[in-house]
């Protein structure tokens, strides 16, 4: 029994260590003061980083802990300014599951739909291994949006809009930048009331573009 124990300690250990050690983002700027961490795993989400005269807001908090390190490690390689805000754009898990440990050190910002409490759901299939998991939940929000909300870094605004009939789904927008985050609603698996709030939002926002097409990549925005 003592070896089996202690086998499942070093795997659970050394099993975190490997994946923390990963490179699972490559830092794209698509404007200045805007990144892109774009995965290095094919259907992962990309995260937002928007650094302002004061702070940093971070967009989208994906999967889990192991995320959440990675994702802070990249923004200290980016800047010294503190993240100020992790902005959740919608309740999927590949895109929320994050902020549970992001929440330590920023506000936590969401839908005032987004039920902390209710079961984990995955937009996509989450990568094998145990230690991907280690730390996932969702964060009760510390500053939620009813309709429309508006973040100050300095020097630099967040417009954040609640998508209407998508009710845990948030968009995020950059005035300065004219970039456009769009969350889960740009996956591929986006389910036709997901992919119609889309094109509603952006019918609206004539000479916004979503942030990985301005990185000149292939994936979906963040």
């Known amino acids: 029994m003592r070896a089996l124990i202690g086998t499942l300690i070093a795997f659970l250990f050394f099993g975190d260590s490997h994946a923390t050690s990963l490179n699972l983002y490559t830092p ?22 928007v650094i302002g005269e004061r702070s940093v807001a971070v967009i989208g908090a994906p999967k889990s802990g192991v995320y959440a390190r990675q994702i802070l490690e990249h923004v200290a390689e980016l800047t010294r300014k503190p993240v100020s805000h992790v902005i959740v754009l919608s309740h999927y898990c590949d895109h929320a599951c994050a902020s549970a440990e992001l929440a330590d050190t920023a506000t936590v910002v969401a839908s005032d739909a987004l039920d902390p409490t209710g079961p984990l759901v995955w937009a996509n299939d989450p990568l094998d291994g145990p230690e991907y998991f280690a730390g996932a939940g969702i964060a009760r929000p510390a500053l939620v949006v009813r309709t429309r909300a508006t973040l100050d870094l300095g020097g630099r605004r967040i417009v ?37 709030a889309l094109r509603a939002v952006l019918a609206k926002l004539p000479g916004y573009r979503g942030a990985a097409t301005r990185a000149g990549t292939q994936a979906t925005p963040s």
């Open 160 to 196: 954040l809009e609640k998508v209407p009939g998508i009710a845990t789904a948030l968009v995020a927008l950059q005035p300065d930048t004219r970039i456009v985050w769009t969350g889960a609603l740009s996956r591929e698996q986006a389910t036709p009331a997901e992919a119609s």
């Open 28 to 49: 794209v700027q698509i404007a200045p003061g805007t990144w892109l961490l774009a995965p290095t795993v094919p259907g992962e989400p990309e995260v937002g980083v």
